[in-house]
């Protein structure tokens, strides 16, 4: 199954993708995850994203569109993949459906978490992430780790992303709807929205996805 996730900074994208991914046994993959590890890594694509991601605005589609090919073409996402953050624009979306054409398969569906802006306000002020992996996401109050600063996962120490401060998520929303949101209806000519409400316990969201997933016969 191949599965694209949308939805704005701060959905609950990265926190659905973690539990969808293993219920479906495919791979998770974040552009999102994948800059990151580079940046700790202090890779050149690292520095060169880091420059993007600070200010808010998107990596270049060059170079993201390249990491994100290598990705899946790894073997653990021959039998499917679950995207989320990719495509993040149109031209990102033209070229995932060239390379899927490419090698005969196509995507199962989109899901789109729907979330009113107040609320991923709310989500990415208190959201905190581990140093050691930034899939490790906790929260304030939502989310609170077992032991205060220290990821359940691993121990490593937890995080605001520098990208969560108040200017830069008022610039990454702005570029959401400028340049992300066009995507949901591209994929609507393709019939492959389906539009999930994101409010609420992380359980009931990821049980409506799973149900909706089901509806679209987009499961098996
Ligand atoms: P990326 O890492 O993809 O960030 P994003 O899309 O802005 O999304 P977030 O990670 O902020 O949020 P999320 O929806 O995953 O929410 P989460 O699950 O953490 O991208 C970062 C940057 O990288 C971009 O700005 C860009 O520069 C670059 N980039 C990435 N991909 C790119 C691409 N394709 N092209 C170009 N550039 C690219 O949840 C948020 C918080 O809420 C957490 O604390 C969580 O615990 C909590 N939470 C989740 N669900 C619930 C719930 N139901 N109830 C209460 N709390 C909840």
Redesign the pocket.
């Known amino acids: 199954m191949r599965i694209v996730?949308v939805?704005?900074?701060?959905?609950?994208?990265?926190?659905?993708?973690?539990r969808l991914a293993e219920k479906l046994r495919i791979p998770h993959i974040?552009?999102?995850?994948?800059?990151?590890a580079n940046i700790s890594r202090q890779t050149e694509l690292g520095k060169l994203?880091k420059s993007?991601?600070d200010?808010?605005?998107?990596?270049?589609?060059e170079v993201?569109?390249a990491m994100?090919k290598d990705r899946m073409e790894q073997p653990d996402a021959e039998g499917g993949f679950l995207l989320?953050?990719?495509?993040?624009?149109v031209s990102?979306a033209e070229a995932l459906d060239e390379l899927l054409r490419s090698e005969g398969i196509s995507l199962d569906a989109v899901l789109d978490?729907e979330?009113p802006e107040e609320?991923?306000v709310?989500?990415?002020a208190?959201?905190?992430?581990c140093r050691n992996d930034?899939s490790h996401?906790?929260?304030?109050?939502?989310?609170r780790p077992q032991q205060e600063g220290a990821c359940d996962v691993c121990g490593g120490e937890l995080y605001q992303?520098d990208?969560?401060s108040e200017d830069?998520?008022r610039k990454?929303l702005e570029?959401?709807h400028t340049q992300?949101e066009p995507i949901i209806d591209y994929y609507k000519g393709q019939g492959l929205v389906v539009t999930i409400p994101?409010?609420?316990?992380?359980d009931?969201?990821t049980r409506r996805a799973l149900e909706a997933l089901k509806r679209e016969g987009a499961d098996a």
């Open positions: 996730l939805g704005p900074p701060g959905a609950g994208k990265g926190t659905q993708a973690t974040s552009t999102g995850d994948l800059f990151r994203a993007y991601m200010a808010g605005n998107l990596v270049p589609d993201t569109i994100a989320d953050g990719f495509p993040r624009n990102q978490l979330v609320e991923v709310k989500r990415i208190g959201r905190r992430i930034s996401v906790f929260h304030d109050e939502y989310r992303r990208d969560d830069t998520v990454r570029v959401y992300t994101a409010m609420g316990a992380v009931d969201v």
